[in-house]
């Protein structure tokens, strides 16, 4: 409930984008509370604008904002988010696995569709798709409780040098990034190895389907891998 006398923030899309982005900076940089600086950018608005929403936001309890110190999310600012988060992703999956939409450029179409489709419409297509837990880029899917599997992942700076790993999620998800990694085939599911790593060059020698090639360390730290089933690592896939 927001404070006597304040009018609660309708869950606009602008809102909601607001949300969604904090709940993003909070997880992926693991931290509970997000500076205004770091949202600006994830937006691409002025830091005076990040200000000024997040104090309407903290007025109807959705954020609880410190100046200073940064923004986090309450409970119900995260429940409403992690539902935008769940809309998005399960669209873009389907964008990609149904409409065969490119996975560099669902992004934009389902920035724009979360904010409109039905409820009804989203848990349609959740069951169309057998219930999914990721989507095309290895995001996971908040559930329709807003329960998310979180799974334990590494990057390709600091997996184990050897070992068959299997790229498990993308977290750059610019069109140029996607694009060069669609020609790498370093897609979410195929089984790679990192060779070795080069600090003097920033570079990491990978091992792909017979061949090996180098990717720079930046680009290394977005894709993120998972060790290999035991049943794949003993039949050797």
Known sequence: MAAAGIAPVM???????????ILIEQEERSTERVSTGSLAAALDVAPGTVTAMMKTLAQ????????????RLTHAGRRLALHVLR???????????????DWSEVHGEAERLEHVVSDALIDRMDEMLGYPVTDP?????PDARGEVEEADLADLLFCPIGERLRVARVLDQQPEFLQFLEREGLRPGVVVD???RNEAADTVELRLEGRTFNLGFRAASKVLVAPLAPSLVDSGH
């Open 60 to 71: 109807s309890e959705l954020v609880s904002y410190e100046p200073y110190s940064g923004v």
């Open 194 to 196: 990192v060779a070795s």
């Open 87 to 101: 809309r998005h992703r399960l669209v873009e999956l389907f964008l990609v696995q149904v409409m065969k939409m």
């Open 11 to 21: 869950p606009t899309s602008t809102v909601e984008n607001y949300l969604k982005s």
């Open 137 to 141: 880029h290895g995001d996971p899917i």
